[in-house]
Nanobody
Framework: QVQLVESGGGLVQPGGSLRLSCAAS????????MGWYRQVPGKQRELVAG???????DYARSVKGRFTISRDNAKNTMYLQMNSLKPEDTAVYFC?????????WGQGTQVTVSS
């Protein structure tokens, strides 16, 4: 089973930026679509950004124009550049496949947007 390790989270002020990384223990090059998800306590995990194996991206309405997803298949790594962060972006962020059955979920990385 592929293991996923998310990193790059932290505490940032509103309007700030963070870059999240997702390292996979196995190849992601053949994975049709990968995604970044986020979850807050008491709510379901939601997909905020997806990227296909040829680089086509899509975003949730709440983050469109502020977040940018990218992937480096050669490094088995995916990224999420988050700009103009808002308090409502506070969540634990996870990466995983965004189509078909998921790999085991990693621990995620906490993003807290607060002044």
């Amino acid at each position: 089973q592929v293991q996923l390790v998310e990193s790059g989270g932290g505490l940032v002020q509103p309007g700030g930026s963070l870059r999240l990384s997702c390292a996979a223990s196995g190849s992601i090059s053949n994975i049709l679509r990968m995604g970044w998800y986020r979850q807050v306590p008491g709510k379901q995990r939601e997909l905020v950004a997806g990227i296909t194996n040829v680089g086509i991206t899509d975003y949730a309405r709440s983050v469109k124009g502020r977040f940018t997803i990218s992937r480096d298949n050669a490094k088995n790594t995916m990224y999420l550049q988050m700009n103009s962060l808002k308090p409502e972006d506070t969540a634990v962020y996870f990466c995983n496949k965004a189509y078909g059955s998921s790999w085991p979920w990693g621990q995620g990385t906490q993003v807290t947007v607060s002044s």
